[in-house]
C-alpha cells in the first residue's frame, strides 16, 4: 500500500496556545493563492483564543505529509512547542465531501474571512477523492494508528484478496496464507507448521475481535485442512 497518496481537498486548522499569529495567516493564506485553484480561510475568536480554519481545492494533488512541510516549514511555525507541532501536522484532514465548507462558511463566533475564493458548491465536488481513494485513505489511517501493524495490514489484505462473505475460520486463513506465501509471493514463507498454524489461529482471532481467548493444541486436528 502507497504511504503517499495524493489528494486535492485538506483542511486544517491552526491554533497555537497563545493564539494565531499575522505572520501565522499571511503565511498560509499566501500558500493557498499559489497553489489553490479555490480556498476559504477564516478566523474566529480573538486574543489567545484566535484560531485560524482553512479550506483548500488544490491545483495539483499532494499528499498529506507534503501539505504540512510546505505549510509548516516557514519561520512563522518554528515556534510551536513539542506538544502543539504533532498536533497541528495531525490536524491536516482530507476532505470527503461539502460538509467541511458548509460548516465554516455559516458560524458565528467571531468569524472573520481573510481570504475566500469559492465557486458555487457543486463545482467542489470533483476536487473530493473517490469511493476508492476514500478506502485507501481509511485503510492507510487504520495502519498508522493500529499497535500491531502487521497484524493490522494482513486483515486488510484478506479483504483485499478474499470475496466478500467468506467465513473468517482456520481452513480459509489458512489457504489464504499458502497462497499469499507461494502464489502471490507477497508474504515471507513461514517454514515452522507450528509457528505458521500460531500465526493462522492469531489472524482468525484478530479479524474476527475474539475477545474470549480459548487454549489450542497447535498440532490438533485444526492444523489439518484440505
Not at 70 to 75: D, G, M, P, S, Y
Not at 105 to 115: H, L
Not at 155 to 165: A, I, L, S, T
Amino acid at each position: 500500500m502507497s504511504f503517499s497518496l495524493k489528494y486535492k481537498s485538506f483542511a486544517f486548522t491552526i491554533r497555537p496556545r497563545q493564539g494565531v499569529t499575522d505572520d501565522q495567516i499571511k503565511t498560509v493564506t499566501k500558500y493557498c493563492k499559489n497553489h489553490c485553484t479555490y480556498y476559504h480561510v477564516i478566523t474566529e475568536k480573538d486574543a489567545e483564543q484566535l484560531h485560524l480554519h482553512v479550506g483548500m481545492f488544490l491545483k495539483e494533488p499532494r499528499a498529506r505529509n507534503k501539505i504540512n512541510e510546505e505549510v509548516f516549514r516557514h519561520k512563522c511555525f518554528k515556534d510551536l512547542d513539542s506538544q502543539e507541532r504533532p498536533c497541528q501536522l495531525n490536524g491536516t484532514k482530507i476532505m470527503y465531501n461539502r460538509d467541511w465548507v458548509n460548516k465554516y462558511c455559516d458560524k458565528e463566533d467571531n468569524t472573520v474571512v481573510i481570504a475566500s475564493n469559492l465557486p458555487e458548491l457543486h463545482h467542489i465536488d470533483h476536487f473530493f477523492p473517490s469511493k476508492e481513494e476514500q478506502d485507501k485513505a481509511k485503510a492507510k489511517a487504520a495502519l498508522n494508528n493500529a499497535a500491531d501493524k502487521r497484524m493490522c495490514r494482513l486483515e486488510q489484505m484478506w479483504y483485499e484478496c478474499r470475496d466478500p462473505g467468506v467465513e473468517v475460520n482456520y481452513t480459509n486463513v489458512a489457504h489464504f496464507y499458502s497462497d499469499m506465501m507461494y502464489c502471490t509471493r507477497v508474504l515471507r514463507v513461514i517454514h515452522c507448521p507450528r509457528k505458521l498454524s500460531q500465526q493462522i489461529h492469531s489472524l482468525v482471532r484478530y479479524i474476527n475481535k475474539k475477545k474470549n481467548f480459548e487454549p489450542i493444541d497447535y498440532y490438533g486436528k485444526e492444523l489439518a485442512f484440505q
